[in-house]
């Protein structure tokens, strides 16, 4: 019975450790990644949910909006690809629900309630029919926003997303981090007690098989993506994202935008030839570029080839 005892009072003590350890994790990483941009509060049924958004370049020009994938925020956008944009056009980039620092919609909120909430922002802003960019799970974003909202955006770049059906699972990891149960424990556990370099180097890992951009994780803050709420709620999203995917797909046929797809042949993350490859034949006219040697971060390994591609809808659209 002591023994017992023992054990439970060491396993009281520990918990309380995680969680005051948690806990200053998510003050520091606020801290020293803040909002950059500026909140909007938009209405969702009823319901005021705070948007945080990046707004660069001339109010005028054609509006471009930049969704980030998984695990993600403003700042992946950012670090270079926006300012490449922004000479030229009206540069809006927002933190998904649940990541950065954007409300949670609803738990495990759904792509087709993110792209209408990011659409009713755009919107709010003044931004009408956007060419809309979405990389990786933000390319499924892209997608339902196009499949939702068809008359509110002008073009589509999907960037390495995710759009077709696949057969490997989610995996251990985001199986128990997405489970109510064990998915606030792992969540907090991370939080309190993975040390910094191991981050980074999960940071780096996404660029595979390229090397990481100099300066990257400082400026990324991927201590941002270890808040306990933020893990909980990306597991959610990324556990839940296969059915949504599915019961898309059929939609694509109806997307009349001018369309590109932009996709690394080495992308291991989002395999091309499960995603862009069949969606460059789903949707009609859609253009697909393969980029040689290039892995699942092509913004930050092939900059100019995006830029183009967002010239080559611009022009398509009439809207340059």
Known sequence: MKVILILVVILAGFTALTLWRAAQHVTAAEAAYPPTGQLIEVPVNGTPVRVHYVDLGPRAAPPVVLIHGSSGNVRDWTFDMAERLSDRYRVLIFDRPGLGFTDIITPNTPIAAQANLLADATAALGAEQPIVVGHSFGGAVALAWATERPGNLSGLLVLAGASNEWSTGTGLYYTLLSNPITGP??????????????????????????????????????????RPASMFENARQRASLLPQIQAMEPL??????????????????????????????????????????????????????????????ATAADLR
């Not at 424990?185 to 090397?211: G, H, K, Q, R, Y």
């Not at 862009?276 to 092939?302: D, K, T, W």
């Open 185 to 226: 424990i792992m969540a907090n556990l991370i939080a309190a007690w993975v040390p910094d370099s191991t981050v980074e180097a999960s940071v780096a890992s996404a660029f595979t098989p390229n090397a990481m951009p100099d300066g990257y994780p400082a400026h990324y803050g991927p201590d941002l993506i270890l």
């Open 252 to 313: 694509y046929a109806d997307i009349a935008v001018p369309t590109e797809i932009l996709h690394g042949d080495l992308d291991t993350t989002v395999p091309i030839s499960v995603h862009s490859e069949p969606l460059s034949r789903q949707i009609p006219g859609a253009n697909l570029v393969v980029l040689p040697g290039v892995g699942h971060m092509p913004h930050h390994i092939a900059p100019d080839q995006i830029t183009a591609a967002i010239d080559r809808i």
